[in-house]
């Protein structure tokens, strides 16, 4: 059995299994529960759609997948019912990610750190927006996706959270607390980050980020995801890499991380030459937009650029190393 990989008529036997006994009889006999974040979609009728692709291994195999051997999100069950060809949506929302709350902490710091209502002009931009982020995959989301009633909730979870609120407080997560801190400490920070977002996916820039990139989003930074991603996209830029080493060659220096001093040529000899990482010393939300100039760019190795991005605030080059400093004995 090839997990996974079942073909368009077995789904549909799967399903006109399920339409014969019923979902309850369905369900008992394979051991599933009743779907929670996805349906199949087919002939104006929804299925449980881990269910289903479990089932259709059956007809497929001759032996169903259990509802233990597999997970019925994005990666697996939908994913494969999509590549036989069928509709999958979503019965409930994606949480919110930090950037979607970073904008509706910007429209609740401006109304005075009061909730909005869902017909403000303010909300209702916030709710455009959200819907084009290039966040949450299209399957994921609902008919009420980021709608301007959600954003208005939100606005008010975030209201009720602030110090200085004396009411009982909505039922926000720890997430709108935390880009609240963020607000309260930063402003201005984050007032910029909030902006830079809103401008690029007005403009449609952030909006041709790829949904996902686990190497930026493994990484933790309070403007959020969309601008850290921008931001690798910067330092990736070969163009710009390859004038900063020239620069750095062409004054007699050699390729050494500017943090620890490794040199790859010195380490892996011919295969090493000419190799080093870039990193933009100033992050995105601080540095606005912009020409890139070669002082805002510094050559580090692979793990000392790790360790700069791994948590926010960044520390420049300089302050690593210090730090490398302090931890020698």
């Known amino acids: 059995m090839r997990k996974g990989e079942f ?25 599933y529960r009743p779907a929670r974040d ?29 509802p233990h051997a597999f997970h019925g999100g994005l990666q697996e069950a939908v994913a494969w019912l999509k590549r036989a060809g069928f509709e999958v949506k979503s019965i409930r929302n994606p949480d919110w990610v ?31 927006l959200l819907q084009l982020m290039p966040i949450h995959d299209l399957s994921s989301r609902n008919d009420t996706f ?38 309260l400490d930063s402003p201005l920070e984050m007032a910029a980050a909030a902006e830079l977002v809103r401008a690029g996916i007005l403009s449609g820039e952030l909006r041709e980020l790829p949904p996902a990139d686990e190497e930026a989003d493994e990484f933790d930074a309070p403007e959020g995801r969309l601008l850290v991603r921008k931001h690798f996209a910067r330092e990736r830029n070969r163009g710009l890499r390859q004038r900063k080493i020239n620069a750095v060659l062409g004054q007699g220096s050699r390729l050494a991380c500017e943090v620890c001093d ?14 080093i990482e ?52």
């Open 7 to 31: 073909t368009r008529e077995s789904v549909l036997k799967a399903i006109d299994e399920y339409d014969r006994v019923g979902q309850e009889t369905f369900l008992t006999t394979y051991g």
């Open 38 to 66: 996805y349906l199949l979609v087919h002939d104006a009728k929804e299925y449980d759609s881990k269910a289903i692709a479990g089932v259709a291994h059956r007809y497929e195999y001759g032996q169903a997948l259990g």
């Open 98 to 128: 930090w950037d979607e709350i970073l904008l509706a902490c910007a429209i609740t710091a401006d109304n005075g750190w009061k909730g909005l209502g869902a017909t403000d002009p303010r909300v209702i931009e916030v709710s455009e």
């Open 146 to 183: 980021r709608n301007n009633n959600g954003v208005a909730r939100k606005t008010f979870d975030i209201a009720t959270h602030h110090p200085d609120y004396t009411g009982k407080p909505t039922n926000g997560g720890a997430r709108d607390v935390a880009v609240l801190k963020a607000f």
């Open 262 to 275: 490794f040199d790859f040529q010195r380490a892996y000899g011919d295969r090493g030459m000419g190799y």
């Open 278 to 329: 870039c990193h933009h010393v100033v992050p995105l939300h601080e540095a606005g937009e912009g020409r890139t100039k070669l002082s805002d760019l510094a050559l580090i190795c692979a793990n000392c650029h790790r360790m700069v991005h791994r948590r926010a605030p960044w520390p420049t080059p300089q302050e690593l190393r210090a730090l490398m400093a302090r931890q020698r004995p």
